[in-house]
């Protein structure tokens, strides 16, 4: 009974004196369990969080008040249980009463227990995860009971952690405290309340309703819709019988340039709307976004219709159609903002439960015949169209769908199951440039509105991208300045070189409104050409927002060598557009001739990076990079550019390593290399990390340096020789030129969490390696770099593969005669009358088309644990 649970509350406070509630009144019955957070003056400033369950409130004192930092761990000292009742209490408790001070309903709304035990048994075990759908906090957090306090101890102390999701923040999550000083109840401050001024506060717990949203919840369901995971989808026959869940996290795209080619996958529109999940149960209709917020009232129409169906979860999108049938995504803005949505259509392309049965395991067109026969039986309202689609070729398709000037296609495997999150059966192309940006601030002039200017998130920083100076209509403007206005802030949240500086009519914002855009490409220093906004998204949370990269295509998909063409002339400005971006000078000639006696212009070189990008950027991507540039051409000056400077194009990333104040650049999008190109970058040499982790290896490269009177037969037989030691070994290598006068064998390495590799063992296994081709044949071979010890042998350089060193990265250019390349070979290549000089930046693309090299380099990586122990072995037997 709660009223024994309040025995404590009610022992602990005299009811006459104080104007608390003593847990006599009846809450309103609700649903869904309610939270309220009370900012409380006592003898010390602390926030309390109540949770409503099994009748009462459990009861935390927050001593600093929540956080929306993952990192802040804020101690939450367990109180007596309070009654309901308490969640409408605002006001001052006398002085020598129990907890003396003012109390300010600081946040109140709902939430919801996570994982699929319940709440009591969490609280029990002492780590309770839970979600607040509140008017300032949302989504997930934890309470973890302290170690000293789990076996029953005297003292509760609890600490309150904020989870990494869409609402957390990375610095200074205490910021929410401060900017909500006021009560959502009655909206006074604590000096208000304190005088006992101001209006009453709104009631929560004890009115009849709540909250509208209140009346969507189902009590039955004990897992948080957003937070429910989706089982991992299975290859199967049959579909398997389960209750119907509440959410599914969706299935997501890879961004392809080219939709795939091969057989096997079916091509559909790509809408330009808001993708939505429609649940269906007994007549009852959710509609929910693919972060599964509820948006059921902002589509009534649909939702009516949808109410027709049988028990269903159904995957598709709404749009707003113009006069042609098209879908338009402002049009779809501009009924949201006004509430006339009556006309709006719900596009169904997958269907995941279909009464008990789990269709995710089905192949995507066994679960579409089930789709389209649903709807035919129900007769198919017109606001719920079932998705066709096309298995004829994906260029076609997307050709067609161009013409009609829609938005793209989207092509998914026929015969694959649906699996939630980004994966490689689903993949969209698009026909213009559209990317989704968060705006940092915008401009105006003579106090009128101008444009916007926008960013988006690449790795710790929120980089300017330019801006969007068109597709405002006067409506579009009135509705979105109020919302920008909102936002002001008093200083740029643009981080990192190319950030705008402060300027006359120039507003800064809060970096929290998406938007999206089309634009016509990229400049060299990263920013959007010919941008024009479309419209608010309000279905993505803006730490989401990041630079799109398109996935590599197929072999299939491999290019054509690119060709310079008048056509990519700009004649006004004089700049070639390659990859979207711009390039001035482009008949600056970089090398005299590749073997052809034709200059290589700066052109032909950002055409090179577009026809041979998708095949060389996993082999640079997370990786800290140096660039020899050489602006002028290779007889003018060259120079290495590990860092950022003055004027460095956004398409690069910035990377901070450790014991290096200033962050290395970074290639992580195909855009970059024609960036590099514009700078007169020549090389790309990357680090031999991890992706993603400098300080871990991923990689080693032996570079074989012949002495100038080693004949290249004998470099050949060397790398062959390497080939199986590192095969003794256990370790798979591959073969690439290095655009001179060696070879480099590479061997790919499995992080292995459990050996933790660091870099000085990576060096001294590749040094030991080395030393036992060097003392086996020590007339061929040496291991130190001295030159004058050079003569008649091959230098096996293992320094490659310390922390900090580089190695010139596969098919990139070498600033050397003849517009050489770091060419990658098959095994069967590494032959006597190898030579390297074929290998060109006019000649490689044609090559790579028809080449299978390094087809199966990702899955040739290995952990390096028993190669140490057999490299031992080996030593000590040779």
């Known amino acids: 009974m709660a009223s024994d649970k309040l025995k404590v509350y009610q022992s602990k406070r005299d009811f006459e004196k104080t104007q608390e509630p003593s847990g006599t009144v009846s809450s309103a019955h609700s649903k869904r369990r309610r939270f309220v957070i009370q900012k409380h003056d006592a003898t010390r400033l602390h926030y309390d969080l109540r949770l409503e369950l099994d009748g009462v409130f459990k009861s935390w004192a927050v001593t600093r008040g929540p956080s929306l930092d993952p990192h802040d761990k804020r101690l939450a000292v367990e109180v007596e249980d309070h009654p309901l009742d308490y969640g409408d209490f605002e006001g001052t408790i006398p002085k020598g009463q129990y907890g003396g001070g003012t109390v300010m309903l600081w946040d109140r709304g709902y939430w919801e227990s996570e994982g699929s035990g319940s709440p009591e048994d969490a609280l029990a075990k002492g780590d309770f995860k839970f979600t607040l759908d509140g008017e300032r906090l949302h989504g997930s957090f934890v309470l973890v009971r302290m170690k000293r306090d789990r076996n029953g101890g005297k003292r509760t102390n609890w600490l309150l952690i904020k989870h990494r999701d869409e609402h957390a923040v990375e610095e200074n999550g205490a910021a929410v405290l401060d900017d909500n000083a006021t009560s959502v109840a009655s909206g006074r401050a604590m000096e208000v309340i304190a005088a006992g001024k101001g209006r009453k506060p709104k009631g929560f717990m004890t009115v009849a309703a709540p909250l509208a949203s209140d009346a969507t919840w189902d009590s039955s369901k004990g897992v948080a819709a957003e937070n429910r995971k989706s089982p991992p989808a299975r290859k199967a026959k049959s579909a398997k019988s389960v209750s119907l869940p509440d959410f599914i996290a969706p299935q997501l795209c890879e961004t392809r340039e080219r939709p795939p080619s091969e057989d096997g996958w079916l091509h559909e529109i790509k809408f330009d709307g808001y993708r939505i999940q429609m649940r269906v149960e007994d007549g009852n209709v959710t509609l929910k976004t693919r972060k599964g917020l509820d948006w059921t009232k902002r589509y009534p129409a649909i939702a009516k219709a949808a109410s027709k169906l049988p028990n269903v979860i159904i995957d598709g999108e709404i749009c707003a159609l113009d006069a042609n049938g098209a879908p338009d995504f402002a049009a779809l803005q501009a009924a949201l903002s006004e509430g006339k949505t009556n006309a709006l259509v719900f596009f169904a392309f997958d269907m995941l439960f279909q009464g008990g049965d789990d269709l995710r395991p089905l192949s995507l067109v066994e679960r579409k015949e089930r789709l389209q026969a649903l709807l035919t039986e129900n007769g198919e309202d017109t606001r719920l169209r079932y998705v066709d689609h096309f298995d004829s070729g994906g260029d076609a398709v997307l050709r067609s769908a161009c013409r009609l000037s829609l938005e793209g296609i989207v092509s998914k495997r026929a015969d694959a199951p649906y699996e939630s999150g980004r994966t490689k059966t689903w993949a969209k192309s698009k026909c213009r440039g559209g990317h989704e940006v968060v705006i940092g601030g915008y401009a105006t002039t003579n106090g009128a509105f101008r444009s916007l200017l926008v ?31 909102a936002l002001t802030a008093s200083k740029s949240p643009f981080t990192g070189i190319g950030a705008p500086k402060a300027a006359p009519g120039v507003i800064w914002l809060k970096p929290e409104l998406v938007a999206e855009i089309e634009f016509a490409g990229w400049t060299a220093d990263g920013l959007v050409r010919q941008a024009a906004f479309k419209g608010l998204r ?50 600056k000639a970089l090398w005299p001739d590749a073997g052809d006696g034709k200059p290589v212009t700066k052109e032909d070189l950002a055409c090179y990076f577009e026809a041979v990008g998708e095949w060389m950027m996993p082999h640079v991507q997370g990786r800290p990079s140096s660039i020899i540039r050489a602006p002028d051409g290779i007889g003018g000056e060259q120079f290495f550019q590990r860092h950022a400077m003055p004027g460095t194009s956004s398409l690069l990333e910035l990377t901070t390593v450790f014991g290096d104040k200033k962050p290395y650049l970074q290639v992580d999008r195909i855009e970059g290399l024609a960036a590099i190109a514009q700078i007169g970058g020549l090389e790309i040499h990357p680090w031999n990390c991890q992706p993603g982790s400098p300080e871990v290896p991923g990689r080693f490269v032996f570079d074989l340096d012949p002495g100038p009177d080693v004949p290249f037969a004998q470099v050949v037989e060397a790398a062959r020789e390497m080939r199986d030691l590192l095969d003794e070994l256990g370790l798979i290598s591959f073969c690439k030129t290095t655009g001179g006068k060696g070879l480099h064998v590479v061997t790919p390495l499995k992080l292995d969490k459990r050996s933790k590799l660091a870099w000085p063992e990576a060096k001294a296994f590749a040094h030991g390696v080395c030393q036992v081709l060097a003392r086996e044949s020590p007339d061929r071979y040496l291991t130190k770099m001295s030159k004058n010890l050079r003569k008649g042998r091959i230098f096996l350089d293992y320094l490659r593969n310390d922390r900090m060193a580089t190695a010139v990265a596969p098919l990139s250019p070498r600033a050397r005669p003849g517009a050489t390349v770091s060419m990658p070979l098959n095994w069967t290549q590494v032959k006597a009358g190898l030579d390297p000089a074929r290998y060109t930046v006019r000649t490689v693309p044609a090559h790579l088309k028809r080449s299978t090299a390094w087809a199966d380099y990702c899955d040739a990586e290995r952990p390096l644990g028993a190669a140490i122990k057999r490299l031992k072995k080996i030593t000590s037997a040779r």
């Open 538 to 587: 309000e279905d993505k949370p803006a730490d989401e927002v990041e630079a799109e990269k398109p996935a590599a295509p197929s072999k299939a998909d491999v290019p054509e060598p690119a060709k310079p063409s008048s056509k990519r002339l700009n004649r006004r400005s004089g700049k070639a557009d390659v990859m979207g971006v711009l390039l001035s000078n482009p008949d």
């Open 455 to 485: 960013g988006v998130n690449r790795g710790n920083g929120f980089v300017y991208v330019g801006r969007v100076g068109t597709g405002y209509g006067a409506a579009k403007v009135k509705t979105l300045l109020p919302r920008l206005k």
